[in-house]
């Protein structure tokens, strides 16, 4: 077993985050702010991709979000780790911050 | 998470279920009752009288009250008389000069900062109604998203956040399932935790499309609250714009003329706006600058058999007749939210569907009630083995007695509030939702002091004598009990005292099986007494022959 200090440290530092409470608060944190984002994020793509009129849209994203928010729930505590958990959730929610953000450039 | 797919949807099923059930009952209780809320407002107000004017008539007093009431008005409101609420409420905005600033020593803000008075009218006789002060079913309507005491802006992300967690609860629920037909026809009676389970699974899957369609739907209701970030990307820093473009509404008003001139006859504004729709009928108006000589009215249609809220309007020049503009037809995500809005709200059932509705309400509280309950008996073995009740079980415990069986004993004492507090009494609307939170603090109180299986057995026992009691205050305090309104066939009244009498006989039937309920044995146990009651026959047989012998 390797005893120098850095290792030791490590591999407390790597214990500590097995726990499986950590796990469980890692994903509801995901569920529920990842979850959160990526309904919010979700509605703001809608409302500025859809080619239907502008009102229209910005129903249409937020009757789908609520529904994307509930699926990201089950997303989180569904896959196997925490970090896919996270994973599963940003980037989505990154893509469609992106998606938004270049169609309000062009706009 | 957990080893298998389902089984990690079988804990999140669990967790979030059991997190916000307790809330989530008193969500449910409440907009199960805001079903019959204009029935329980007219229980509740029994010196209202029940009159059967036509709607022109009706519409001709509310003129001629206004007219004397508010003739400085900016605008009358009148919703006209229906057969689910026989008085008409109407209100009026007041221009700015006439607002005068809150009295010394005023606590409560009027509503709009005093610039709106209101008034319920008798359209029998066009005189404003005396009736008891109280907020009737609105409480219960309120109370299902705004909740009490506390700032309505959190209450609604509280709620919001609860029917969230109802959303995956419902899901994760259907995905558990291996056998959802089967289950839907499985009940094995008195076996402890299977028969929990089984009524669980019974009661959620009975009004399976129900319980999806009310969460989800409720949701939508408050969306533009939860979820107001696609309104600021497309339209930055002008929501008004969104609403208008939207939701196909009429032009703003214009600011009154000069000069005065009279309006036309109300009935022949009515029947042109009847005669417009085919034949739809009308609930309600509102009149714009009322004298001036640019008077203007709009005319809202009644719901009726259409699902959703937005109900077509049209406006007309008050003076002249004219049709200036009606609603436009809205887009199809509008009409979309305005059906998931009426479905939430259920405003076009009738009497029969309106029951069904207020029927899968129920079955969603035992769903949420049996939920918790089932918690707790599945973890009491684990408890009892140690020989010790731990806090998370004794506080789940205390939860499920305050809520499943307190919550009951306060929705009685709110309608006991309403009877029994003196009718002249200062503040009494606010007094009444009072007795009904002290009647569910003392239930809470109760059961943390002692959250045994007797406290289950009292307490319904105590909602059980409250609400078979209601008709019979209301016999001993008011002059619309069923003595008079079955005689009169008033079923709305008549029908509210009966519902009472059967909530309590189910309740005191609960109670009954609370209070006689045997632990279930365990299978080894059960073999153990057959083997005992087998030897004893033995023995005995073995003892008969050797006296015939």
């Known amino acids: ?107 | 998470m957990k080893n298998g797919f389902r089984q990690s949807m079988a804990w999140l099923h669990t967790w979030t279920g059991l997190l916000v059930g307790w809330l989530l009952l008193l969500i449910f209780m409440a907009g199960t009752a805001s079903y019959y809320r204009e029935e329980i407002s007219r229980w509740m107000r029994p010196e209202l009288p029940r009159s059967t004017v036509s709607n022109e008539v009706a519409a001709e007093r509310a003129i001629a009250f206004l007219q004397h009431k508010a003739p400085q008005a900016e605008s009358w409101n009148v919703t006209l008389p229906d057969p689910r609420n026989p008085a008409m409420r109407m209100f009026w905005r007041n221009p700015e000069s006439m607002v005068k600033p809150p009295a010394e020593g005023e606590k409560r803000r009027r509503r709009g900062g005093g610039r709106f008075g209101d008034a319920t009218v008798d359209p029998g006789t066009g005189e404003e109604v005396a009736a008891r002060e109280t907020r009737g079913g609105d409480f219960f309507y309120r109370l299902h998203f705004d909740l009490h005491y506390i700032p309505v802006y959190w209450a609604r992300y509280l709620v919001g956040f609860c029917a969230m967690f109802m959303l995956v609860a419902i899901i994760t629920g259907v995905i558990t399932h291996k056998k959802i037909f089967k289950d839907f026809f499985t009940f094995r009676k008195d076996k402890g935790l299977r028969s929990w389970l089984d009524f669980h699974n019974v009661s959620a899957v009975m009004a399976l499309p129900y319980h999806a369609m009310i969460t989800y739907t409720g949701i939508v209701t408050l969306m533009f609250m939860y979820l107001p970030w696609g309104v600021n990307v497309a339209y930055p820093k002008d929501e008004d714009a969104f609403f208008s473009e939207a939701f196909a509404r009429l032009a703003d008003i214009e600011t009154p003329s000069e000069g005065t001139a009279t309006v036309l006859p109300i009935q022949q504004l009515l029947d042109a706006a009847r005669a417009e729709w085919k034949g739809a009928q009308v609930s309600g108006f509102t009149l714009y600058h009322p004298g001036a000589a640019n008077a203007v009215i709009d005319v809202y249609q009644r719901d009726g058999k259409r699902l959703s809220v937005d109900t077509p309007s049209l406006r007309y020049d008050a003076v002249s007749g004219a049709l200036i503009e009606a609603s436009p037809l809205s887009g199809g995500a509008t009409q979309t939210r305005g059906v998931m809005y009426g479905l939430h709200l259920a405003r076009f059932a009738d009497w029969g569907l309106r029951a069904l509705f207020f029927l899968s309400g129920l079955i969603g509280c035992l769903m949420v009630a049996s939920g918790v309950v089932l918690w707790a008996v599945k973890e009491r073995p684990k408890h009892a083995k140690s020989g010790k009740i731990g806090f998370g079980l004794r506080l789940v415990d205390a939860l499920n007695i305050g809520a499943v069986a307190g919550l009951p004993i306060a929705f009685a004492a709110y309608f006991w509030g309403n009877r029994l507090l003196p009718v002249q009494m200062a503040e009494r609307a606010d007094a009444e939702v009072n007795v009904f939170f002290y009647a569910w603090g003392a239930a809470l109180l109760a059961a943390f002091l002692w959250p045994k299986r007797l406290m289950w057995a009292w307490q319904l026992y105590v909602g059980a004598a409250m609400f078979l009691l209601i008709p019979v205050i209301n016999a001993l305090t008011t002059h619309a009990h069923l003595g008079v309104t079955l005689r009169n066939g008033d079923w709305v009244l008549a029908g509210f005292d009966l519902m009472m009498v059967a909530f309590g006989a189910v309740l005191a039937y609960c109670a009954l099986r609370m209070q006689r309920w045997q632990p279930a044995l365990s299978a080894a146990e059960k073999k153990k007494r057959q083997v005992a009651a087998a030897a004893a026959a033995k023995a005995q047989e073995s003892a008969h022959a050797e006296a015939n012998a």
């Open chain 1, 1 to 107: 077993m390797d005893s120098t200090p850095d290792a030791s440290w490590f591999s407390r530092f790597g214990s500590f985050f097995a726990r499986p409470w950590l796990g469980v608060l890692s994903r509801s944190l995901a569920a529920i702010f990842g979850g959160y984002a990526l309904a919010a994020t979700c509605a703001m793509f809608f409302a500025v991709a859809l080619p239907i009129a502008r009102g229209q849209a910005v129903l249409t994203g937020m009757l789908v979000a609520i529904v994307l928010c509930a699926c990201a729930a089950l997303w989180a505590f569904a896959t196997r780790t925490a970090l896919r958990a996270w994973v599963g959730i940003l980037i989505p929610t990154a893509l469609f911050w992106v998606g938004t953000e270049l169609l309000r450039a062009g706009a």
